[in-house]
């Protein structure tokens, strides 16, 4: 089972770069969320997506771009790179529960360790 | 006031000890409650889901008290390969809901000593 799958695993950009972070599952999760990580900090929630077609603004939005047009794949964009993003970014995902509860736990990718110079 | 609290530790403690956190969250409207190990550099990963009437895994038992709005984890016998960072883990809402939300608490940090 490849589960959550995110790519690059590392990347270092300069300045101003774009660049875009893939993540995609395999378990046909309708949850993706993409969190970023600072050093000997908590999980931040950049964006989140419900659903193929739909995603919505998290704790801290700016400065990153999400589609969702299947249900596998939730790329995170960052659109012009700055120091304040680096960062190590997680990509996550869960089923629906039953009876439309949202009661089931998250799956992880591996990360991306993003540094911008 | 954050949504989820924990203690940030270090939690400092021998091997073979029991150690408890604890976790509170403010909204009445949780439904679903969890803990999450995350290794330094790592992926959080799944501990173990916290059921209202408390479950218990090997070493490992979780207790949910939604009167007083927290949730707790006691390890018992502690090993060193528990040393790790525990994550509470709250979801609100319903599926579809606006207020549909996955709250991440901030860790504590657990170091067992030989």
């Known amino acids: 089972n490849a589960g959550v799958t995110q790519t690059p695993k590392f990347q270092v950009l300069k300045t101003g770069q774009s660049m875009t972070l893939q993540c995609a599952q395999d378990?046909?999760?309708?949850?993706m969320s993409w969190y970023r990580q600072d050093p000997g900090m908590g999980l931040r929630l950049i964006h989140y997506?419900?659903?193929?077609?739909?995603?919505d603004q998290g704790e801290v939005p700016n400065g990153y771009n999400v589609s969702r047009s299947t249900t596998e794949d939730f790329p995170l964009r960052l659109l012009s790179a700055a120091p304040s993003q680096t960062s190590v970014y997680f990509c996550?995902?869960?089923?629906?529960?039953?009876?439309?509860?949202?009661?089931?736990?998250?799956?992880f990718g591996d990360g991306t360790r993003l540094s911008i110079l | 006031r954050k949504e989820v609290e924990q203690d940030p530790g270090p939690f400092n403690v021998p091997e073979g000890a029991t150690v408890a956190f604890n976790c509170t969250y403010s909204?009445?409207?949780?439904?679903?409650f969890f803990w999450y190990r995350q290794d330094c550099r790592k992926e959080p990963k799944l501990l173990m889901s916290?059921?209202?009437s408390g479950n218990e895994d090997g070493r490992f038992t979780a207790q949910l008290n939604r009167a007083s709005q927290y949730i707790s984890l006691l390890i018992r016998d502690s090993k060193l390969s528990d040393s790790a960072t525990y994550l509470c883990?709250?979801?609100?809402?319903?599926?579809?809901?606006?207020?549909?939300?996955?709250?991440f608490g901030s860790g504590t940090r657990l170091s067992i000593r030989p």
């Open positions: 996550a995902s869960s089923p629906a529960g039953p009876n439309g509860l949202f009661n089931q736990p998250q799956h």
């Open positions: 378990m046909n999760h309708e949850y």
């Open positions: 997506s419900v659903g193929a077609g739909i995603t």
């Open positions: 909204n009445s409207a949780s439904q679903s």
């Open positions: 916290v059921y209202s």
């Open positions: 883990v709250v979801n609100k809402g319903r599926w579809h809901s606006s207020a549909s939300k996955i709250i």
